[in-house]
């Protein structure tokens, strides 16, 4: 199990290893305290992939990847998901590959598909939450958030801001694709991580559902830096603060 650090300590343990000249977790870093961040994650392939049409996901992303992903994780207060991400994938979400804190894990359950298994549950120190739309069970020592649907979905706005009320203002959107992609169309991410591995699958799930824009003039055009990391995984860190297109 990976060491608990102070936060004070973990963000000078946390380097990038890539080839760029800008920090992508400076931003995480440098963040206000008066308002919520949210930064969005999603790996994928060559062909804008993310898994086979069998369901396969899990090596997409190489070794440098993954090593990214985890410092994301240890630079947020919460690492959050939607329930069919636990289903399919049984997530651990914590800190494991560098040396880093924890983030709370929050898990999305507006349907009530959730049960009190699934190492997301893990009692290892960390908050653990659920958030669902209406009275459902939940496991012991996990705190429970319900707030109403809207159109079927629980806002991400809504979500946000419960978050945020509750001392978590850096958060992290991991997944699912139709998770990620609401939390984009509603104009909550503020930055974007897009790990693109050196792989082409062909077919299969798409790494991003978006409701299509009118036109190219309405395409989101978030500014973006790229760094090259090991292994040929190339991170695409978009800054949606000023994209044209964002609907904020």
């Known amino acids: ?13 946390l380097a990038p ?8 977790f400076a931003p995480l870093r440098a963040a206000s305290t008066d308002r919520p961040f949210v930064v969005g994650q999603i790996g994928q392939s060559l062909d804008g992939r993310i898994a086979t049409v069998s369901g396969e996901s899990r090596d997409i992303s190489g070794p440098a990847a993954l090593d990214h992903l985890h410092r994301l994780r240890a630079h947020v207060d919460a690492v959050v998901v939607g329930a069919g991400t636990v289903v399919a ?3 651990r979400l914590n800190v494991r590959r560098i040396a880093g804190r924890n983030p709370a894990r929050v898990a999305i359950d507006p349907s009530g598909r959730l049960d009190s298994a699934g190492k997301w549950l893990t009692e290892d120190g960390a908050r653990r939450i659920l958030i669902s739309a209406g009275p459902v069970a939940a496991a012991p020592g996990v705190e429970r958030i319900e707030l109403p649907l809207q159109k079927g979905r629980i806002a991400p706005e809504a979500i946000v801001a419960a978050l945020f009320a509750r001392g978590l203002r850096r958060l ?15 104009g909550c991410v503020d930055r974007l991580h897009v790990l693109v591995a ?51």
Not at 17 to 24: F, L, Q
Not at 200 to 222: K, N
Not at 228 to 236: A, Y
């Open 172 to 186: 992290l959107i991991e997944g699912g694709a139709r998770t990620l992609a609401g939390f984009i169309e509603a």
């Open 198 to 248: 050196p792989v082409i699958i062909g077919s299969g799930r798409a790494g991003f559902e978006l409701t299509p824009a009118p036109a190219l003039a309405q395409a989101l055009r978030p500014r973006v830096n790229v760094h090259i990391l090991g292994g040929g995984d190339v991170l695409f860190d978009c800054d949606f603060s000023d994209a044209e297109g964002q609907p904020r």
């Open 1 to 13: 199990m990976a060491r608990i650090v102070p936060d004070h300590e973990f963000p000078t343990q």
């Open 17 to 24: 290893m890539t080839a760029g000249t800008d920090d992508p």
């Open 89 to 91: 994938d049984d997530p």
